[in-house]
């Protein structure tokens, strides 16, 4: 069996930036009550560019800082709850605008734990040989799937797009990965057959109520997603640490989904795991679901936080429900 690492990653964000006080404007809320229910300060929205749009651009970004060719890219999985249309899949839209003609190309549903399932995918292949170098990218335009005129729901999510490369290694470093699913949550984080055309996106109508389809946006029980979100980090940071032999101490850095503050703040108290080992950039971006981990990753690298050898635990939750994490030697 090969052994599996990620080469290189890469991000983009699309650049309108909303914040809460330009919400406030709008509908009933305020930049307190969201500051410190979430931990979110503003959010990116596309005006313009659907879901392949930006993952073609996180992808570019990541293929730059690489030394692979678009051609030698022989799987491109996108994770994403927002694809352009029903078919074809956006995985193929990005493999026209970047020439990987040698590529396989599909996209995952698992809602906000979508990159992460794309990696455990990705690696499969590359560890039995089907595949040897892979584009795994998590994006997502969610403003026009949001009900603007919902404030439990719109203040919370963000669009944006992050990739990594894949490659077989002789050593390892992806040192563990999982994923679970539980659809008897179905209902707790859905969203019926939204149009998914950026023409339509909601932000652009969002005063204007007659436009709305009621049933056609993303709803959410929040407090219990809130309930499942704690419970399923603490339970997949325990798994990945037994799964990898390691334990917290040998862990760097912590990369939650960046759902919501609280829900950090919470994992890491019951836990007692140091604060500062969580890296958190929902403040900028709110929940970008499928991409909010690939960019956090892409962050700490641009940052230069990231240090050859560093252990980064990753772990993802989201609608399905579903979830999953990893363990990323650098
Ligand atoms: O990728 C996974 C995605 N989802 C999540 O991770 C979500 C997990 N859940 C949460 O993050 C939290 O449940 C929320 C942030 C969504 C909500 O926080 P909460 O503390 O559970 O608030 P709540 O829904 O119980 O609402 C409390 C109050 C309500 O008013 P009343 O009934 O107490 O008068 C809401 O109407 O806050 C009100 N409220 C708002 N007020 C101002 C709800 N949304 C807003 C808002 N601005 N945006």
Redo the contacts with the bound molecule.
Sequence with gaps: MREVKIVATGSYVPEKILTNDKLSEV????DE??KS??GISKRRVSINENTSDIATKAAMDAIYKSDIKVEDLDLIIVGTATPDCYTPSTACIVQKNIGAVNATCFDISA??SGFIYAVNIACEFIKTGSAKKALVIGAEVLSKILDWND???C??FGDGAGAAILSSSDKSGIMAIYTGSDGSGENL?KCNAASLGINNNSLSIMLNKDKYEENNFLT?E??E??KF?VRIIEESIKKLLEMSKLNMDDIDYIIP?Q??L??IDFVSRKLNIDKNKFFVNLQDYG?T?AASIPIALNEMSRKGLLKKGDRILMVG???GLTWGGAIVKW
């Design positions: 509908i009933d809320t305020n009550w969201i229910r979430t809602a906000c404030r439990g729901t203040v919370l984080l959410m929040g407090r997603i809130f979100a989904h759902a919501n609280r829900i929940n679901s939750f989201g609608g």
